[in-house]
């Protein structure tokens, strides 16, 4: 049974970073790709990166492009959201997503598998 745990949400104020981490285990699939997502009460779920296979292939949102940068470790089965700027509209539930594919994609239905998320508040 695949688990994704995510890890590293908090209360910040505006301008400030964050990191948050996601380990994925119990599969075997030879390559797959990770995404990071987010929602807000009453809002549908939002893209915010993701990154595939191959290290260097990553997509983001625009909302997020330029202050969030998506890593991986693949040998700790983990995808890491480093979060800069934050600002009060980054507010959300986020949460991690896996395809047992090479490439992230843009779209949540893409993705069969969810951690529980971990909420990011920013404070003006």
């Known amino acids: 049974q695949v688990q994704l745990v995510e890890s590293g949400g908090g209360l910040v104020q505006a301008g400030a970073s964050l990191r948050l981490s996601c380990e994925a285990s119990g599969h075997t699939f030879n390559y797959y790709s990770m995404g990071w997502f987010r929602q807000t009460p009453g809002k549908e779920r939002e893209f915010v990166a993701g990154?595939?296979?191959?290290?260097?292939?990553?997509i983001y949102s625009a909302d997020v492009k330029g202050r969030f940068t998506i890593t991986r470790d693949n040998a700790k089965r983990a995808v890491y959201l480093q979060m800069n700027n934050l600002q009060p509209d980054d507010t959300a539930v986020y949460y991690c997503a896996l395809r047992d594919q090479l490439h992230a994609t843009y779209y949540d239905h893409e993705y069969p598998y969810w951690g529980q998320g971990t909420q990011v508040t920013v404070a003006s």
């Open positions: 990154i595939g296979w191959f290290i260097g292939t990553t």
